[in-house]
């Protein structure tokens, strides 16, 4: 069975400042998928960014890019130029590919980390 | 512009009372899923469904029953509620390698 972990249970960063999630994984599988979301306090699950693990460059949305090590089974996001609307939970989640089966739809998550932004 | 509908929002139960949170997604996806979360435990899944009268147990089934009548629907059913099943329930979709969308979470109470 697959497992995340997420580190760090709390950070912060300074408004316009940078900051970085961990994130690792344990798989055996060669193909994957892996998900990063955010969840402010509304509850929302909001997908934030993807990779495909058969994809060697690493995944952008806007200000937020994730730095990919397949090797290491590390998928950590980068958050630049934070604002206060980042403020939230951060889940980190992997998924198996569609054709190993049934359960391959399900997500495992990490336990989260959860992020405050000073202003 | 629907996605996935959960109802209710927030409930609260006795010990021992049965109940059902409806979930309901309108984007012909045809896995189905409900997770729950609990405080500095991430989210966990309980029931999946890959299809209409396709369903399996998830990391936490106990105490909860699941059934797919349709492809939209996707109902939860606590038998005789728990303080244990005190928690923010999900309801999710997906279909082929796509990310998971999520409805907006159900917060229940038992007492």
């Known amino acids: 069975a697959q497992t995340v972990t997420q580190s760090q249970p709390e950070m912060s960063v300074q408004e316009a400042e940078t900051v970085t999630l961990s994130c690792t994984y344990d798989t055996s599988e060669s193909d994957y998928y892996l998900f990063w979301y955010k969840q402010p306090p509304s509850r929302q699950m909001i997908l934030v960014i993807r990779q495909e693990a058969y994809k060697q460059q690493n995944a952008t949305e806007n200000r937020f890019s994730v730095n990919f090590q397949k090797a290491a089974k590390s998928f950590s996001l980068k958050i630049s130029d934070s604002q206060l609307g980042d403020a939230a939970m951060y889940f980190c989640?992997?998924?198996?590919?569609?054709?190993?089966?049934?359960?391959?739809?399900?997500?495992?998550f990490g336990k989260g980390t959860k992020l405050s932004v000073i202003p | 512009n629907a996605g996935v509908t959960q109802t209710p929002k927030f409930q609260v139960l006795k010990t021992g009372q049965s109940m059902t949170l409806q979930c309901a997604q309108d984007m012909n996806h045809e896995y189905m899923s409900w997770y729950r979360q609990d405080p500095g435990m991430g989210l966990r899944l309980i029931h999946y469904s890959v299809g209409a009268g396709i369903t399996d147990q998830g990391e936490v089934p106990n105490g909860y029953n699941v059934s797919r009548s349709t492809t939209e629907d996707f109902p939860l059913r606590l038998l005789s509620a728990a303080p244990s099943q005190t928690s923010v329930y999900f309801c999710?979709?997906?279909?082929?390698?796509?990310?998971?969308?999520f409805g907006e979470g159900s917060r229940l109470t038992v007492l």
């Open positions: 989640a992997y998924r198996s590919p569609a054709y190993s089966g049934a359960g391959s739809y399900q997500l495992t």
């Open positions: 999710a979709s997906s279909y082929g390698n796509g990310e998971l969308f």
